[in-house]
């Protein structure tokens, strides 16, 4: 019923079902919009590569000469892609974890142009596996408030006295 915490490899196929990528740009991308603070090691970025390769997930293009080091271009295959589909919508289990998590489904989701809120609703409406847990709390704020769209600010009128 619950997917699994927010893996890199989950994470990798997402970015790369936007566009094939070097795994150097992979780990700036993991790192500018998931890393929190936290890099991710190359070392870890290449490994995981390697076993989604192994396992028919990604395919790493011809080595590319350039300035440095030679470069793969790695593309995700139909088995990742399907991979990737089933875990994005999966509500998660309640943990600590949890908003990292969420936020890693929807910025994912929004930077492939699905709808974010489907996956939203559907971690609203998964039921709680602790009935003390409070489901909603994985999609609020810090605050303890529901996220919510920004409003327009409306002009500023101005007085008879401008």
Not at 87 to 108: A, D, G, N
Not at 144 to 156: E, K, L, Q
Request: hydrophobic share 35%.
């Amino acid at each position: 019923m619950y997917a699994n915490a927010v893996t890199v490899p989950l994470t990798l196929l997402g970015l790369l079902e936007r566009d094939p990528s070097h795994g150097y740009d992979l780990k700036r991308d993991y790192d500018a919009y998931f890393g929190r603070g936290k890099p991710l090691p190359f070392g870890q970025v290449y490994a995981t590569l390697s076993r989604l390769a192994r396992d028919g997930k990604v395919i790493g293009g011809e080595a590319e000469p350039g300035a440095g080091p030679d470069r793969k271009r790695y593309a995700i295959t139909p088995a990742g892609a399907r991979e990737f589909d089933a875990w994005l919508p999966q509500p998660i289990e309640p943990e600590p974890h949890l908003q990292t998590v969420l936020f890693s489904k929807v910025v994912l989701a929004l930077m492939l142009g699905r709808p974010a809120e489907t996956y939203l609703d559907a971690q609203r409406r998964a039921p709680a596996a602790d009935a003390g847990t409070d489901r909603d709390q994985a999609v609020r704020g810090a605050d303890g408030c529901a996220p919510r769209r920004p409003r327009p600010v409306p002009p500023r009128s101005r007085s008879p006295m401008d």
